[in-house]
């Protein structure tokens, strides 16, 4: 289990590195002088020359990657070029929005998904199976936007329930944090309720089709204990995958959906980034949810040793 | 067999059972009019080929038939005087594993792979006993030993995949008779594993039987294993009973003309004449054959696995060469390395005189049609998307010959392996098992090769297509003078088609010489092993007699 | 084998590939998904030919008005025509989806039976693959478009690139495992070409997984190309797409709701139509590509 580990961790190295020359090639193979790229149309020679210094863009290409890469490892993400502040602590200052509702939309969406979807595998081919389908293409389908102006219209505006936008500090109390952060989680939940739901009647569909269930069901055991202790530990890695893979998902949910409620988090760190042009920050988010994303799905990985016995290598 | 089976009360009753597609009661029925019965101590054997409804029936008297697809309609099933059918599906929980229990073909899907074995059996404990921890332990440990499991406190710990799938079977009946049912339910439970391991399985369910007075209803497809194991048979076909009887009954005289048919196409154990010795020139030689694979792990050095070793055979033409061995013995390997379909790492292959082990790809290819391959699985073998005319045209398309020719001879093949000319049109799915096997014996022969390898070419098969098949490769060959390399696990098949019998083990040749030499007075003590296992070979069916003992000697 | 008696069940379902559509039809929730999806197809087509307001036109005398005779949803902000501005916004985005399909299908097909069939590339190219997609395909899009410049094409591009891996890997993935059929085996040994045996053999299994994936793309090309439009890393702001109109919306949410509910309505009957087509597809051509990996 441990030369796994180790396997699967040297194998995510290449793909960051992938992630780095990418993110490095965006600019430079971008037609056009990538300094007036960034500083705009009617910047001046002064305004360029600084930012070419800044991004060493007047070194050969090879040295710029490799001090790039150098800064990288030591941490040092570059400064943003609109407000002179490091990148890592801008992001410090925007983190805390961002990580609570994808925390708590990982939390809600397992919640709900993994008993819909077993249910709709248990009762196959029934109105519920049919139901939760029809949820889960909806659930695909409706954009986080569209999701997002529907919930607060109905609880924030026309119930007054919920605040309309906004957020608050946890230390400020949780309360208001709470209130806050429901309709961004209930938003941003139904694409991934409806991905994990969907993997889960797949997973189980074809777990519960296996020999050791039938052998199950011959032993005179219960059907609960059929559907959980045979059905759903083997569905579980499948599940487990779909959750690891769909965190891309929840990433490009997360910048929408502080968008829409307006929650000062790295998502809107981005997209303001974007639309100044500011591309330290730019690259450092692209690098940052990556790395992110493939931590995650190391996790994942992790996670399968403990749930199947034969993975091994 | 068992002196006592006419004595004891029917512990199971199965009276005009009729099972149908779906729910509902004028369906198409798949069980029709099945009666049956099997009393204390007694082995009913169930027997009949694909699509008879044997494990149908089986898995009705269980109560697991797929809901809302598979519904019975009719007839009464009792087991110890109970009536299943009506029962609601919480007393079908209590009596499964107390009263009738059941064991299953594939022993390697069969258990739960995230759960140790232990968990597994103590399930049946926890659910149906009051038994605590210990006491619980202490009784699967127990059965354990009794179906002769070694190091049963390991393996009590482990997982599934650490076990050999003749271990898991034992498992499995550990698991079935841990609560000593009256009835144990075995459908086809050694067909997955290899002789040597099925015959300890069969002596252990009948040891068990013997200790515990369980009843047993056996499915098989395998009339040896009939004459093995047997009280009473039962034969069944397209969902009906055609007859039923005692076994020496059954075997020495069947009533019905199915039956008949059924046990004169078993192939005997006994070598068929042997054919007189030829000179006909030597087409296939392999040297000294190796194929080692290198596993490559993270951490320590590559481990090699030598899946064939030193394997040095020679083929004459209008001859047959059989390859037999269990699963992991390295024949397939041996048949792939001579086809190039897998590299060699060493030694050498001739084919018609020409060295073809250490040619490149492309000057491969001119050779390519003098030996071809017929696969094991008939469905996989054909691509589903492209006629059989043009299958079988493919390979001399490939060598130049015109389109409208090569179809041509498509419809002459076809006629050749006895299917209709308009076949040549149509698609793999719209024929059975057989009829493909027969269709990649034309696409095979398409090319006029020298050699033909058949690996494992009618395992797939039920018996009586299987003896089809076996007349059909021995007419061509009869007729087109083709060598024939034939690759195999059973003993039966390899004594009726083989000039002469290599055995193999662990990647070696252990045995090789002609097949009546080798099958009848074995040298090596595997290839003993090998015979003795052999299901039923005290029995002639073809002939409805013992064999006779001078013959086995 | 235990229920080796089901008639049919136990055959694998081979038909010859053929080109049927019957499945647009196979369940009323299908049809009625065929018939949105061919409406409002029709409604983008017919656009210029449609007695409509012209949906540039600005008119600052008839700024945000309720629905009307005149104008059957009302105006935005600048006075135009919301009706108007929706169905010429269906435009872009079917375009996009279509495009975004056909793209990077093209592309990842391409790689992914290269990648299938030498093995010295794929683990190159895998490697690539799984890097493109660690990156959040709305990350990807943004950065591409922030650096070249928001016009159809650089959203087309900035579209597709992140939907290549995901065809690549599945294109990949069929072809290792048809490569392992015996049928590919007997091709070889009866003397087929490498290329023979990639266009005959290989090849035609892709195309029913692909022609599902393809339309999984569309549906979320358009998802995406709405996305950027509302961020406002899109199409240029004047264009009407349903992001944007949306875009506009969001200022004057609270006072008038419709600018963001017609265009969601829109964008999600249009995405949910082409799912369901989608998995419909699936379970008529592919029964066995049953789960579904997690594009946005």
Sequence with gaps: MFGYLVRRILAAIPVMGVVALFVFLLLRLTPGDPAAIIAGDNASPEQLERIRTMLGLNEPLYVQFFTWIGRLLRGDLGVSLISNVPVLTMIGQRIEPSISIAVATIILSILVAVPLGTIAAWKHGTWIDRFVMVLSVVGFSVPVFVIGYVLIQIFAIDLRWLPVQGYRSIAAGFGPFFERIILPTCTLSFIYIALIARMTRAAMLDVLNEDYVRTARAKGLRETAVLLRHGLRNAAVPVITVIGTGFALLISGVVVTESVFNLPGIGRLTVDAVLARDYPVIQAMILLTSALYVAVNLLVDVAYTLLDPRIRY | ?553 | MAIETLPQASLPVTRPFGRRLGFLTSTPIITAATVCLGLITALAILAPVLPLHDPLQLAPAQRLKPASAQFLLGTDAYGRDLLSRIIYGGRISLLIGLGAAVCSIGVGLVIGLISGFFRWIDAVMMRIMDGLMAIPSILLAIAVISLSGASLTTVLVAITIPEIPRVARLVRSVVLSAREEPYVEAAISVGSSMGKIMWRHLMPNTIAPLIVQGTYVCASAILTEAILSFLGAGISPETPTWGNIMAEGRAFFQVKPSLIFWPGLMLSLAILSVNLIGDAARDALDPRMRQRGGEA
């Design chain 2, 1 to 553: 067999m068992n002196e006592q089976a006419t004595s004891g009360s029917a512990v199971l009753e199965i009276n005009d059972l009729a099972v149908g597609l779906g729910g509902a009661a004028r369906s198409q029925r798949v069980i029709d009019g099945i009666s049956l019965h099997v009393r204390e101590r007694e082995t009913l054997c169930v027997v009949g080929e694909s699509g008879s409804g044997k494990s149908v029936t089986a898995l009705t008297v269980m109560g697991l038939l797929p809901k809302r697809v598979l519904t019975p309609v009719g007839g009464s099933v009792r087991l110890a005087g109970e009536e299943l059918l009506s029962a609601s599906s919480k007393r079908l929980r209590q009596l499964r594993a107390t009263t009738m229990a059941m064991i299953f073909q594939e022993p390697m899907t069969a258990l739960n792979p995230v759960v140790p074995i232990g968990r597994q059996i103590d399930e049946v404990l926890r659910v149906h006993t009051d038994l605590d921890a210990r006491a619980r332990r202490q009784r699967i440990l127990q059965m354990m030993e009794q179906v002769r499991l070694p190091e049963i406190e390991r393996i009590f710990a482990s997982y599934p995949h650490r076990l050999s799938g003749g271990q898991r079977q034992r498992i499995m009946i550990a698991m079935a008779l841990v609560l000593k049912p009256k009835l144990l339910i075995a459908d086809e439970p050694t067909t997955a594993l290899d002789v040597t391991t099925q015959k300890q399985i069969l002596t252990l369910i009948r040891d068990l039987q013997r200790d515990h007075g369980t009843a047993v209803l056996f499915i098989t497809h395998d009339m040896g294993v009939v004459a093995e194991i047997a009280d009473r048979v039962a034969v069944m076909r397209n969902g009906k009973l055609v007859e039923t009887g005692p076994l020496d009954t059954i075997l020495r005289a069947p009533t019905m003309e199915y039956t008949r048919n059924l046990l004169s196409s078993v192939p005997s154990l006994v070598p068929r004449p042997p054919r007189p010795r030829t000179d006909e020139p030597v087409v296939l030689e392999a040297n000294e054959l190796g194929k080692i694979y290198r596993e490559h792990s993270f951490f320590g050095h590559a481990r090699e696995v030598a899946a064939a070793q030193d394997v040095t055979l020679t083929l004459r033409k209008g001859r047959t060469l059989g390859i037999v061995g269990e699963s992991g013995s390295g024949k397939s390997t041996v048949a792939r390395c001579i086809l190039r379909l897998i590299d060699p790492t060493s030694g050498r292959v001739r084919l018609a005189g020409h060295e073809i082990s250490n040619l490149s790809r492309r000057l491969l290819r001119s050779h390519r049609r003098r030996i071809q391959i017929i696969f094991q699985d008939p469905y996989r073998s054909l691509n589903p998307r492209i006629t059989v005319g043009e299958t079988i045209a493919e390979g001399p398309v490939n060598f130049g010959v015109p389109h409208a020719d090569a179809l041509a001879k498509s419809r002459e093949l076809l006629e050749l392996v006895g299917l209709p000319p308009d076949a040549i049109s149509r698609f793999p799915h719209q024929f059975s098992g057989g009829q493909r096997q027969r269709i990649a014996i034309a696409r095979a022969l398409a090319l006029d090769p020298d050699v033909l390898v058949a690996d494992e070419a009618v395992s797939a098969l039920d018996v009586s297509v299987q003896a089809q098949v076996l007349d059909l490769l021995d007419e061509i060959q009869t007729r087109l003078g083709v060598a024939l390399l034939f690759i195999t696990h059973d003993l039966r098949v390899a004594a009726q088609i083989c000039d002469d019998v290599a055995v193999m083990q662990h990647g070696r040749v252990v045995e090789h010489g002609s097949a009546a030499q080798v099958l009848t007075s074995p040298q090596q003590a595997y290839t003993r092993s090998l015979i003795d296992a052999a299901p039923g070979r005290g029995w002639d069916f073809a002939n409805f007699r013992p064999v006779e003992t001078a013959a086995m000697s």
